[in-house]
């Protein structure tokens, strides 16, 4: 079983950016896709990025609009989300999500480990 702890949420501008964490940490994620999804106040939880284990051609919500990118790092057991010009819509708690199945998933029943989850307020 894997634990999953997002780290980086905070307060940021319009405009701005943030670099969020995940840390796993129970076995290695190296063989699984990951993802990232957030949760906008009032809103269900939408696919932000995922990434299958080999880093490569990961998939991102309609929304990112080439703004941000997902990177693993499978030696270090981690995965990174760097957001640039965040807007106001961005405000949400942000997931780190793992998938240990053969397959780049982008809605939430296909990942079965979640962090706790990390806030992300953009805000002038």
């Known amino acids: 079983q894997v634990q999953l702890v997002e780290s980086g949420g905070g307060l940021a501008q319009p405009g701005g950016s943030l670099r969020l964490l995940c840390e796993a940490s129970?076995?290695?994620?190296?063989?699984?896709?990951m993802a990232w999804f957030r949760r906008p106040p009032g809103k269900e939880r939408e696919i932000v990025a995922a990434v299958p284990w080999s880093g490569i051609n990961p998939t991102y919500g309609d929304f990112v609009k080439g703004r941000f990118t997902i990177s693993r790092d499978n030696r270090g057991n981690t995965v990174s989300l760097e957001m640039n010009d965040l807007n106001v819509e961005d405000t949400a708690v942000y997931y780190c999500?793992?998938?240990?199945?053969?397959?780049?998933?982008?809605?939430?029943?296909?990942?079965?480990?979640w962090g706790q989850g990390t806030q992300v307020t953009v805000s002038s």
């Open positions: 999500a793992a998938d240990p199945h053969f397959r780049l998933g982008t809605a939430v029943r296909d990942y079965e480990s």
């Open positions: 129970g076995r290695s994620i190296a063989a699984d896709t």
